[in-house]
């Protein structure tokens, strides 16, 4: 089958590669040329490095290389059987290239689109088939991360999820099944892991040194959520967050902080710009964490049950499979545990506790428990069998 990308930035390049790597021919379509040419180097350079490392055999990378072709013309895209798009995050621009799209591509080519932020629902809504529409979420890097939220609108013909799910399950991913909701499964579940650290770091219970050594040290988190905001950028993070609010109509669960919105205002977007909440210029102190268990215990699970929560009420709402948003958060944001195991283990009227504990002191809705999670605890059941946990 022949593949058509739509944008040739970091992540259309990089599902390019992928689908090329899995044997189809790929057109790779960007209104800049420019853009075109970096991101045949781009792939050319990423292609050559998995040879080198040994995870590509030579003639592989290069065949897979040569299975890609540049184009400027949606015209190309006649005899494609999937066409994705990875473009601006821009619903208005989105709809307009699937409406010229579906001029070009025959009655049974599949449309798909990366978003991250967008309902997919909506963009469907510009096609005059939209019952071929999905959403493909890839993460970036999309040659090295695993993971894949594959998302039906409401248009989406029943089938067509699970063909698509196939169809990225052959290309070496994992794939997982998502409701077309706010931040699908990834950039759900994981909002508390920033929002509630801030939160702690705003009353003063620990500084950001303390709070990401008790998520790394104790919690074997792979990066603190102040060393991870002040990577992936604050213009980034903050979006993101505030993205998923506004589409949840303002749930105060997911309200961005005063504190990261600051940091964006002042340029600070972390270690890109030499400052975030720690300063990466050269020479400056590291500051130090206070290494006191207890604490670090409290912190710990306080941002845990947070996250349980989040995962809790996205199964208790059907926005996924319990085996997928394990999956999703393991190999999306490489949590050392499912949420819903760890949850497990901890003792669901332990997380229900600290839940309804700050409940009761805050008297905030960011810290109302799932139905799901308090029926469970209550009951005396967990979320998976007890063999699958032992
Ligand atoms: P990017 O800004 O690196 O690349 C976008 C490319 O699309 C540019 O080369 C631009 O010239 C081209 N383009 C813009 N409008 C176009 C049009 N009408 N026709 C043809 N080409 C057009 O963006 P990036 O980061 O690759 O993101 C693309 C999409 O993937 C966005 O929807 C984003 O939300 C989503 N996404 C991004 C992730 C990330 O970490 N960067 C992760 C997962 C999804």
Same mark, same amino acid.
Do not use: S, W
């Given at each position: 089958m022949t593949i058509g990308i739509i944008g040739s930035g970091a992540m259309g390049a990089g599902i390019a590669q992928v689908a090329a790597t899995a044997g189809h021919t790929v057109w790779l379509l960007d209104q800049n040329q420019a853009a075109l040419q970096q991101a045949a180097q781009r792939i050319r350079q990423s292609l050559d490095k998995l040879a080198e490392k040994g995870k590509l055999m030579v003639e592989d990378a290069t065949a897979a290389f040569a299975r890609i072709q540049l184009t400027e013309?949606?015209?190309? &895209?006649?005899?494609?059987?999937l066409v994705l798009e990875a473009i601006v995050e821009d619903l208005a621009a989105k709809q307009q290239v699937f409406r010229e799209v579906e001029r070009v591509v025959s009655a049974n080519c599949v449309l798909a689109t990366n978003t991250s932020s967008l309902s997919i629902t909506s963009i469907a809504a510009a096609c005059q088939w939209p019952e071929r529409f999905v959403g493909i979420h890839f993460f970036n890097p999309a040659p090295l991360m695993q993971l894949v939220e594959v998302v039906p609108a409401v248009q989406t013909r029943p089938g067509l999820a699970k063909e698509v799910h196939a169809l990225v399950q052959s290309w070496g991913k994992r794939p997982v099944l998502v409701q077309?909701?706010?931040?699908?499964?990834v950039n759900r579940v994981a909002r508390p892991f920033y929002g509630e650290a801030i939160r702690l770091l705003e009353e003063g219970v620990a500084d950001a040194a303390t709070i990401d050594w008790a998520m790394t040290?104790?919690?074997? &988190?792979?990066?603190g959520p102040f060393a991870l905001m002040d990577f992936i950028g604050h213009d980034v993070n903050y979006r993101v967050t505030e993205s998923v609010w506004t589409a949840f109509f303002?749930?105060?669960?997911y309200r961005p902080s005063l504190t990261q919105k600051r940091l964006l205002e002042a340029g600070y977007y972390g270690r890109k710009s030499g400052r975030g909440f720690y300063d990466y210029t050269p020479g400056a102190p590291i500051p130090s964490p206070t290494l006191d268990a207890a604490l670090g215990q409290r912190i710990l699970h306080r941002i845990l049950a947070m996250l349980i929560n989040e995962a809790a009420d996205a199964l208790h709402l059907h926005v996924a499979s319990a085996a997928d948003l394990e999956l999703a958060m393991t190999t999306g944001?490489?949590?050392?545990?499912g949420l819903l195991a760890w949850a497990d283990t901890l003792g669901l009227p332990h997380v229900l506790q600290i839940l309804d504990d700050l409940y009761h002191e805050y008297?905030?809705?960011?810290y109302r428990a799932s139905p799901l999670l308090r029926r469970l605890a209550q009951a005396g059941q967990t979320f998976f069998p007890i063999e699958a946990i032992l």
């Open positions: 013309n949606q015209t190309d &895209f006649a005899d494609c059987g077309d909701t706010p931040g699908f499964i040290e104790l919690g074997g &988190f792979r990066m303002y749930d105060p669960r944001v490489n949590y050392p545990k008297h905030e809705e960011r």
